[in-house]
């Protein structure tokens, strides 16, 4: 999460649009760490778009940053997938079953 959270500040800084592919972009809980990272172009297969887009459209982006600050104080992948699972199920519950599949931790 450290490494990829600089490469996008600093290309931001830079004025250097990131893109990301692939499956993480369709991972509601990856999605959201990195929309607090400041990614603000995805590229996914299109039957995942639908969901993201609904993800996106109940989230705010300081929602997002706070649940990245979070995230990046803990050491372990388990801890990270727990508070990702909790807060995001708490916010958006129907996306339950989305988030069993998530890949954030491994």
Known sequence: LRVLETVIRTSS???RPVTLC???AA???AFTLLL???LRRFSMS???IPQIKELASQLTVEDAQSLLKKALRLR?????SKLM???LL???PQFAPLLARSKVSS
């Open 13 to 15: 800084a830079a004025h």
């Open 22 to 24: 692939g499956e993480m």
């Open 27 to 29: 991972d509601p809980a």
């Open 36 to 38: 607090g990272m400041g």
């Open 46 to 48: 299109p039957a995942y």
């Open 76 to 80: 372990e992948c388990r801890k990270i």
């Open 85 to 87: 699972q909790d807060n």
């Open 90 to 92: 708490r916010m958006v």
